[in-house]
Each structure stands twice: as structure tokens, then as C-alpha cells.
């Protein structure tokens, strides 16, 4: 966390100068295969990234809000379908289980001269990503609407359902909050923010054995709750793209999405009243803890093993191209929170700085992580359409993940 | 027929079934019988922007060895069949010795992965089939008495849900009845009730997707019974006309015994495709409320990590149970009639 913090103050003074070494723009030849989300901020980096492997090679790049459900079968296969993949602290896991990206410390030393240190991702010594942003949900508020009905921005969930009954009783909106809650990959991670919100732990200390079904878990649960009840009543079906949607629209006056968001919300499309009214705030705590409700995430990418060097290569020196570009990061300051050296970081990079500060804890990188994630994907839906209780639910994510990461040999 | 003739005949497609129908099934039934190998895990250090920290991760070069020793994993023999996520038989038997009712039984074995699958598998395949032969027909029946110029136009129209893919048909509507689409914002309007969203109780998802079920797979059982009606001898037809029989009576005593052994084939392909239900939960967005069988295979395939090939071969196995349970009953029929008219 202290790391961030000093590489954002440090981005302020730093001059950014590209120190010797090749230089990993202009790839003249081999093929460039990337898997990638789906969101505005990854669309201004994959642009850096063509524009940096300019005419020489075969570039694509494909953008799919699926890509961790693509990730395993993709990168399996040989040679790999993709020759990269953009990956987070939650995908790589994943990815290293099957040993299906490589470490890259040759090619960070031929090329690398410009990266910063905590753009590394080291693991057991060895460089298997290069991270270019940080990222994390937090809130977002409509100013003129607290300000009409006299709301103070919340700071705690409990004020946030506060606020949101109160502008539903004003009659401005129905259902003035929003999350992504959609049934898999999204209300997975509303229930691991809100659990680690309330301080728990997802394992017994050292091992794959699960224990989320507990005082802290029910706690998580219930406060899910009474937020999808001041939301859209179709909130199973929304994910992050379609609740920045709703708030575009001005159904929402509060909702808690990824500080990326800001690329498209805060861009020149759409109703510029909205825009203008947008503004963000800390994430916040819940239930009386200490911690902000939310995960600290880093954006980077991953090369993969079952592709030829040569591509291997190629791919790399486009990427890095784009994750050592001052020039677009200071050009989208707002985009996301750049990790690049030289970025001088935009107003809205406040809330992520706020959440590292405060000691959000960065999302597990644990092997495991994923299976419990997709048990609570599925299993929590019951509880919040009201058809079960909080501990049969919590019992049943568990049983869900013991008998997956049997089969796959965690237990 | 010679059996020398009919063996060359069938032999092509026969190899064909058996590359690429047999052999994967077998494949998939020796998978299931397998689950991963071991994970070994070690403690290594990872630093990352939000700093350095000791945590676990696996052992790749240990694991890969274990993998390379047994490629298809630990022998599980019928294990993953009845684990939780599969046939739950302790859960089972757990529950029916801790619950004091049957609804509470009930309850406990439909909130089981497999089964609550199972339960919205089985009211789609009977939820679906019944209306698509009642409508097929009836649409087959009004199309047959049109005006030869208007009647290429109309099939055309009228096949179009089968023409347009199961994914794309399911996401068109899914917008339609968005709570600010037109047929979402047209039913809230009906019932005068601003907060009525078919998306979010699980009867309404259910209600949509058998519709959307109906929807799109009445062009198929039309295109069967329009064949068929192609056929109907003209002379009985006639004599009945002439007898003053009026035109229900024909349809009831002289196509729909025509038809008959049409409408078996049609209920058994039906009955089949709709126990393999997957794109519209997919395009509906309703994994949450509705999962099929083919939607567990996919989840294992298609979640965020390695994919559970012992547990989807496990429920493929099932599905083809299941399936086969489901056509008995039909099959023996056809058997039967097959039997009778000889």
C-alpha cells in the first residue's frame, strides 16, 4: 500500500525520461494475440499498445468482459490462442496454476529500462506480469440530488442506505442505488468487498480450508440486502456496464463501480447535466470497521507460455510500449490510475488513494480465490430474492466450493 | 432392402456417429470417473504495487510432475457422481433423516445444485413441448388453406425463430422486456404497476423463458406438420365433404389420425432439444434463478479457473440418462404402433 502511495507522489516530481536501452516500440515482425476486458480504460491502452506496434506485425486484440472464463481454455491449448492477456491480481492466480504465462525477467531486461519497480510483479523471484494501473470500487455520488435533500456524502454503508431511502421517499428516483450484482463474477465481488468491509477472512490461516459461513459473512450478506432494495429491482441482471448505463440515464444518485469508470462517465458522451453532477467519494466502511468495503486491484499483462518467443516478443515490446507511455497516461489522467513513471495523476484518483490508505486490502491472489469466488457466484442469489437465509446460503457457497476444490485437488 | 445394400448404405453415417458421437462419449465417462491430481502448494514471497507479502501459490514444477504421471487425474471412480454438486447422496440422505416434513425435505433437495437444475430442465422440456405440437399444427392447418401467392412470404415469417440463432433471439428479447423496453414498459403499463420487472422474481425469468422456449420451437414442429400435411390423402377428404362432415370434423377424424405418428417424432425431438436448454438462460441473463442441465456442464467448463472436466462429464453422463428416461416412454409407443401396423 505505502508502495502506491509513494510511487503516486513520487509521479509528481519524477521527469519521466526514458533512460537507454532498446526501445520497445516499432515490433517489425510476429504475431500479437490479446485477450482482453472490456471497459473504456482498457480501450485507450490497447489503442497505445497498435499504435506502439505499429504496421510491422499482426495485431489484434479482443475485447470480451468474459475474459476470465476464456483465460484457462485459451492459454491451454498450444500454441495458445492468444499470445497475451491482460491480467489482474484476481486472474493471474489462475493463470499461474497451469503455468500458462512465463516469466518475463529476460525480456524486462532487454526492453524494460523504463519500467518502475512497483510495476513488477514478482512472484518467488521471477517477473510474471507488468502492472500499468490500480484500481477500486468505490463510490459515486449526484451532488445536486444530496445537496436538494440535504444529504451529507455517506461514509459508512449504513449512510449510504440512509441516503438512499431518503431520496426514494423523495419521490426523485425508485431505486436511487446501484452495484453490480449480477448472478456470477460481479455479486461474487459486492460479497467480497462487504466480508472483507467487515474484517473476515475467506480461509482458515494457511490453508484451502473455506470458513465464510460466520457472524461477519451473515453480517456481509444482510447489508447486500438492503442495498439491492434500494436498487433496480432487475439488479441479478446488471453488471458494471449496465449500472453505468443506469446512471447515465439518471436513475441512480449512489452507486459503488470500479474507479475506471470515470473513462466513460466522465467523457464527452451522453447527458453532460449527469456528467456535471457526477461526483466521487471514499469507499466506505460497514458495519463500524476501520477498512473502506472494497479491494485494492492492479491491471497488467501477462504473456503466455504456449506461444513461439518470437511472438512472445513481439507482444511483450507492444505492451510495455503502452505500460511505460507517459504520454497517454497524461493524456487520460482520468482514465484510471496510472502506474506509469511521469503520470501526474487526474482528480479522480483520490478515492483509490483514499482506499490504499485506509488499508483496503488488495483481492487475495490465493490459488483457491477463484473456486470460492464462483461458489459464491451461484450461490447467493437464493438469499437476496428473499427465498433463504443468510446461513443456509453461506452454507451452501461452502459446500458448493469444498466439493470443487476437491475435485481439483485444493483438499 | 438387401442387408449387404443397407450396410453400405449406412455405413458412412454410421462411422460418422461413432467418431464423432461414440468415441466423445466414452471419453467424457472415463473423464468423469477422474478428478485433478493433487495441488501441492508452497509458500513463496509476492510483490506487487500494493507491496510485498508472503502467500501461497502451487507448486507448478511438483504439480506438473503429478499431471504428467496421470494425465487423466486421480482415479475418483464414482465419486464426483455423487458429490454434492452432482447426486448429493449424503446430502440426501442427511436430509432425510434431519427433516421432519416432506416440503422440508423437498426444500432441501431443491436447493441442491443437480437437482433444482434438474427441476427447471424437466417443467421447461413439459412446459414447452405440449404448446409448440398444439401451435405447430394449428399454424401448419391455417397456412395449408392460404392463397398459393401469400403462402411462400408467410412461412418465411413464420420459420424465422428457428432461422435466427437461439443466442441473438434470447438478447433481442431480453432488451424487449427491460423495464424500459417495449414489451417490459407495455406489460407494466397492462397491469398499471411502475415496479413489475420480469427480470427479477424467478417464476416471471421461468415464465419468459418457456415462452421464448414456445417461441422457437413451434416453427420446427410447423415445418413437420406441414410436410405431413402434404400428404394427407385428398380422397377421404373428399367423401367426408361430400358426406357433409364439417371442417373440424375432418381435421379430428381424418388428418389428426394422419398426423399422428408425425406428432410422436415431433414430441421426441422437442422433448430432446429442450433437455439441453442453455442458450436462452445465457441471453436472459437468468443463470441466477434458472439453471439447466447443459448450463452446469458450461459453468464447469466455463468458470474462472481450471475447468472441472471430471464434474462435467460427470453431468453429461447424467444428462444422457436423463434423456434417455425422457424417451423411453415415447420410444416404447412408437415400437408398439410400429409393431401393430406390420
Not at chain 2, 471419453?27 to 493433487?38: N, T, V, W, Y
Request: with cysteine.
Amino acid at each position: 500500500m505505502k508502495k502506491l502511495l509513494i510511487a503516486l507522489l513520487f509521479s509528481f516530481v519524477s521527469t519521466g525520461a526514458y533512460a537507454d536501452g532498446h526501445s520497445p516500440c516499432g515490433v517489425t515482425d510476429g504475431t500479437i494475440k490479446i485477450l482482453a476486458n472490456e471497459f473504456t480504460t482498457y480501450r485507450i491502452f490497447m489503442d497505445e499498445v497498435k499504435s506502439c506496434a505499429g504496421d510491422g506485425a499482426d495485431f489484434s486484440v479482443t475485447h470480451s468482459v468474459d475474459h476470465n472464463k476464456l483465460q484457462v481454455a485459451a492459454l491451454s491449448a498450444n500454441p495458445a490462442e492468444f499470445s497475451a492477456k491482460l491480467v489482474t491480481n484476481g486472474s493471474i492466480t489462475t493463470l499461474m496454476n497451469d503455468n500458462l504465462i512465463r516469466p518475463l525477467d529476460d525480456l524486462v531486461a532487454k526492453y524494460g529500462s523504463a519500467l518502475q519497480d512497483n510495476q513488477k510483479i514478482v512472484i518467488d523471484g521471477k517477473i510474471y506480469a507488468i502492472a500499468f494501473m490500480a484500481n477500486a470500487q468505490h463510490l459515486w455520488y449526484r451532488e445536486s440530488i444530496l445537496n436538494d435533500l440535504g444529504i451529507a456524502v455517506p461514509s459508512t454503508y449504513e449512510e449510504v442506505i440512509a441516503a438512499a431511502e431518503k431520496i426514494k421517499a423523495s419521490g426523485k428516483m425508485a431505486n436511487p442505488y446501484a452495484g453490480a450484482f449480477k448472478s456470477g463474477w460481479n455479486l461474487g465481488q459486492e460479497f467480497v468487498n462487504m466480508y472483507l468491509g467487515h474484517g473476515g477472512d475467506f480461509f482458515k490461516a494457511g490453508t484451502a480450508e473455506v470458513s465464510v459461513n460466520n457472524d461477519k459473512g451473515v453480517a456481509a450478506l444482510n447489508m447486500l440486502k438492503r442495498l439491492t432494495e434500494v436498487s433496480n429491482p432487475d439488479f441479478l441482471t446488471q453488471d458494471t456496464n449496465a449500472v453505468k448505463e443506469e446512471w447515465e440515464s439518471g436513475n441512480v444518485a449512489l452507486m459503488h463501480v470500479w474507479n475506471s469508470g470515470a473513462a466513460s462517465l466522465l467523457d464527452d458522451e451522453g447527458d453532460q447535466m449527469i456528467k456535471a453532477d457526477t461526483r466521487l467519494a471514499n469507499s466506505p466502511t460497514v458495519g463500524g470497521g476501520s477498512k473502506p468495503a472494497t479491494t485494492l486491484w492492479w491491471d497488467g499483462f501477462g504473456i503466455a507460455t504456449n506461444t513461439s518467443d518470437a511472438n512472445a516478443e513481439a507482444s511483450f515490446r507492444a505492451l510495455l510500449g503502452a505500460a511505460t507511455s507517459t504520454e497517454m497516461a497524461n493524456a487520460n489522467p482520468n482514465a484510471t490510475i496510472w502506474l506509469i513513471d511521469g503520470y501526474t495523476p487526474g482528480d479522480t484518483a483520490g478515492p483509490v488513494v483514499d482506499a490504499a490508505n485506509r488499508g483496503a486490502t488488495p483481492y487475495p491472489s490465493l490459488p483457491y480465490m477463484a473456486l470460492l469466488h464462483g461458489a459464491l457466484s451461484t450461490e447467493l442469489v437464493e438469499f437476496l430474492q428473499g427465498n433463504e437465509s443468510a446461513e443456509k446460503a453461506l452454507a451452501d457457497v461452502e459446500a458448493a466450493y469444498v466439493a470443487k476444490a476437491t475435485e481439483q485437488g485444493f483438499l | 432392402m438387401p442387408h449387404r445394400t443397407f450396410f453400405w448404405f449406412f455405413f458412412p453415417s454410421g462411422l460418422a456417429m461413432l467418431l464423432f458421437i461414440g468415441l466423445p462419449i466414452i471419453s467424457s465417462f472415463f473423464q468423469s470417473l477422474h478428478i485433478e491430481p493433487e495441488q501441492i502448494l508452497m509458500e513463496v514471497e509476492k510483490c506487487d504495487p500494493f507491496g510485498c507479502k508472503t502467500e501461497t501459490k502451487v507448486d507448478i514444477e511438483a504439480t506438473s510432475k503429478l499431471q504428467e504421471e496421470q494425465p487423466l487425474g486421480r482415479f475418483n471412480g464414482l465419486g464426483t457422481y455423487g458429490d454434492r454438486n452432482h447426486l448429493a447422496f449424503d446430502e440426501i440422505k442427511e436430509a432425510w433423516s434431519n427433516s421432519s416434513s416432506m416440503a422440508e425435505f423437498t426444500d432441501i433437495l431443491l436447493n441442491l445444485p443437480f437437482y433444482k437444475a434438474l427441476l427447471f430442465t424437466l417443467t421447461f422440456c413439459f412446459a414447452v413441448t405440449p404448446p409448440v405440437v398444439v401451435l405447430g399444427f394449428i399454424v401448419a392447418l391455417s397456412i395449408n388453406t392460404i392463397t398459393k401467392s401469400l403462402k411462400g412470404p408467410t412461412i418465411f415469417g413464420v420459420i424465422l425463430p428457428m432461422i435466427v440463432t437461439p443466442l441473438i433471439g434470447s438478447l433481442v428479447l431480453f432488451w424487449m422486456i427491460d423495464a424500459k423496453g417495449i414489451l417490459g414498459a407495455t406489460i407494466q403499463y397492462l397491469f398499471d404497476d411502475p415496479n413489475l420487472s420480469l427480470k427479477s422474481s424467478s417464476q416471471l425469468t421461468w415464465i419468459t423463458l418457456i415462452i421464448y422456449g414456445i417461441w422457437h420451437n413451434t416453427p420446427f414442429a410447423f415445418v413437420v406438420f406441414y410436410a405431413a400435411l402434404q400428404t394427407v390423402p385428398q380422397d377421404p377428404i373428399e367423401a367426408a365433404i361430400i358426406d357433409g362432415a364439417t371442417r373440424y370434423e375432418r381435421v379430428r377424424h381424418i388428418v389428426i389420425p394422419h398426423l399422428y405418428p408425425v406428432a410422436t417424432f415431433i414430441i421426441l425431438i422437442c422433448l430432446m432439444d429442450n433437455f439441453r436448454v442453455l442458450e436462452p438462460i445465457i441471453g436472459f441473463a437468468a443463470e441466477g434463478v434458472a439453471q439447466s442441465l447443459s448450463w452446469m456442464i458450461y459453468n464447469d467448463l466455463r468458470s474462472e479457473n481450471k475447468m472441472l472436466f471430471g464434474s462435467a462429464g460427470a453431468t453429461s453422463m447424467l444428462t444422457i440418462i436423463g434423456v434417455a428416461f425422457l424417451l423411453t416412454p415415447v420410444l416404447i409407443r412408437t415400437w408398439r404402433e410400429f409393431r401393430t401396423e406390420r
